[in-house]
């Protein structure tokens, strides 16, 4: 599996991606997560590697590498920046909506800018009260001759700020609906969110609906089905979130590595004692298991398997989990230069923590995971 995975990565431009990390997008993420947002040429800088529209077969304009190289890509950006590759997943989750579900018209309209980042795209599921709890959503949308209005107030919406086209979930007289939604419409009023943990580049917003009238081709897929079309998007987000996390990991493993290469403490090297030994043990295995947990899901992926829900569902616990471990552990053999803006492991720290919360939390995915077992006590999946 892991031949093919590099294969595949490699046949798409890993050490592109890589030196774009390292020489453009690492060096400004703290002035990111300083700034509390991007500067918007990087948005350019990711359309020039086709990033935008990599979620998609190369037929519809996407990389059509596949769901491994996919994962690598979206891993060495969240290794970069933390706030970019949240960025990157929104878009990725609306983009994938309108490719598989949205109207002929939607699509004309939307889908060259999106994979171009003329257009970015964002998120807009969860609520003050409902959470992203589909069945008491209280954002709602009412039909009215050939159009809908719609009516809500969305709450943590990653790229809010910025997003040019809206992925709004809201409820229907016959069950929760989807919408692409043009940002710049009437009756739409964006607050920024600046006092956030981790990823305060990514301009998160409050989003207010008022009467907002959008055109029958808004609608993603019938309306009804909101919830079997979240499942396939979320799936795509937990997904990004859990290769990000995998960046989150080797982005630790690399501080780690190069602090204790080249700090002493009682006349030797932080590397030679057996305490900071077994942190940097710690951090690479999980790395290592974690990375190839993301790939075992774009292998089912890619090979149309239903299993890959879960197995994204496995690979977003297992790695928010570790990166926070990892970014905690981090910090600590960093010591008070770890709590310093100075060195970039306590953002890794608080980066980490968001990614237990987003796309559904880590007790949510304990959820799942613990009901698909006990459904299926004896399977094995062959990702072969």
Not at 202 to 212: L, Y
Request: charged share 20%.
């Amino acid at each position: 599996m892991a031949v093919r995975a590099e294969a595949a990565f490699d046949a798409w431009s890993r050490e592109r991606i890589g030196a774009f990390v390292d020489e453009v997008l690492a060096p400004r993420a703290a002035e990111f997560d300083r700034a509390a947002r991007i500067d918007t040429s990087i948005v350019g800088e990711f359309a020039a590697r086709g990033l935008w529209g990599a979620v998609l077969p190369a037929a519809e304009g996407g990389t059509g590498a596949g769901m491994t190289a996919l994962a690598r890509t979206h891993e060495e950006i969240g290794r970069g920046c933390s706030s970019m590759r949240s960025l990157l997943t929104v878009h990725s989750m609306a983009l994938y909506a309108l490719d598989r579900w949205g109207t002929d018209a939607a699509k004309s309209r939307w889908r060259a800018d999106m994979v171009a980042g003329a257009a970015l795209g964002a998120f807009c599921l969860t609520e003050e009260e409902a959470g992203s709890d589909f069945a008491a959503l209280q954002a709602s949308a009412r039909r009215d001759g050939d159009e809908w209005i719609l009516h809500g107030h969305k709450l943590w919406v990653t790229g809010g700020q910025l997003a040019d086209v809206l992925l709004v979930f809201a409820r229907t007289e016959v069950g929760p609906a989807v919408f692409l939604v043009d940002a710049a419409s009437p009756g739409i009023r964006r607050t920024p969110v600046t006092s956030i943990t981790g990823t305060r580049g990514s301009q998160v917003a409050e989003i207010v609906f008022e009467d907002c009238r959008v055109g029958a081709d808004a609608i993603i897929g019938p309306a009804g089905m909101g919830l079997a079309i979240a499942t396939g998007v979320l799936d795509i987000g937990r997904f990004s979130v859990a290769a990000g996390c995998v960046g989150i990991l080797q982005a630790c493993l690399n501080a780690c590595v190069r602090h204790a290469n080249s700090r002493q403490q009682g006349g030797s090297l932080l590397r030679e004692h057996q305490l900071v030994q077994q942190m940097i043990s710690t951090i690479a295995t999980n790395t290592r298991a974690a990375r190839l947990l993301v790939w075992q899901a774009a292998q089912l992926k890619d090979a149309g398997s239903p299993d890959t829900i879960m197995a994204t569902c496995v690979a977003k616990q297992f790695a928010a989990t570790a990166a926070v471990a990892a970014a905690n552990d981090a910090v600590q053999l960093h010591g008070a230069r770890g709590c310093s803006d100075d060195y970039p492991v306590g953002r890794y720290l608080r980066d980490a923590k968001v990614m237990e919360i987003i796309e559904g939390s880590t007790q949510l995915q304990h959820v799942l995971i613990a009901a698909d077992a006990c459904r299926n006590q004896a399977r094995v999946v062959d990702v072969d």
